[in-house]
Nanobody, 124 residues
Framework: QVQLVESGGGLVQAGGALRLSCAAS????????MGWFRQAPGKEREFVAR????????YYTDSVKGRFTISRDNAKNTVYLQMNSLLPEDTAVYYC?????????????????WGQGTQVTVSS
């Protein structure tokens, strides 16, 4: 049974930082690209970042480039999202997801497995 468990969310002031973690089990982790998505109240789930199975390739949505960094540790079956210079508009539930395909995909429908999400709230 595949499980993705996010942690690290919380309340932070604008300009602050958080590091999200997503621990995976039940799958051959290195074979999967991993993505982070977020969903704010009343909005659709949106792509944030993606990292290839090896960790050698990363991809970000424009609004987080230069502020967020995705990384992974395949020995620990964990993917991370370091979020710096947080803005109130970054407030959302953040989800990690796994995608077996190599091609970069940003649609939530493309991903095979999902975590339960972790809340990030940025106060102004």
């Amino acid at each position: 049974q595949v499980q993705l468990v996010e942690s690290g969310g919380g309340l932070v002031q604008a300009g602050g930082a958080l590091r999200l973690s997503c621990a995976a089990s039940g799958l051959t982790f290195r074979r999967y690209a991993m993505g982070w998505f977020r969903q704010a109240p009343g909005k659709e789930r949106e792509f944030v970042a993606r990292i290839s199975g090896s960790g050698g390739n990363t991809y970000y949505t424009d609004s987080v480039k230069g502020r967020f960094t995705i990384s992974r540790d395949n020995a620990k079956n964990t993917v991370y999202l370091q979020m710096n210079s947080l803005l109130p508009e970054d407030t959302a539930v953040y989800y990690c997801a796994a995608d077996i395909q190599i091609v970069v995909r940003t649609s939530p429908r493309a991903y095979d497995y999902w975590g339960q999400g972790t809340q990030v709230t940025v106060s102004s």
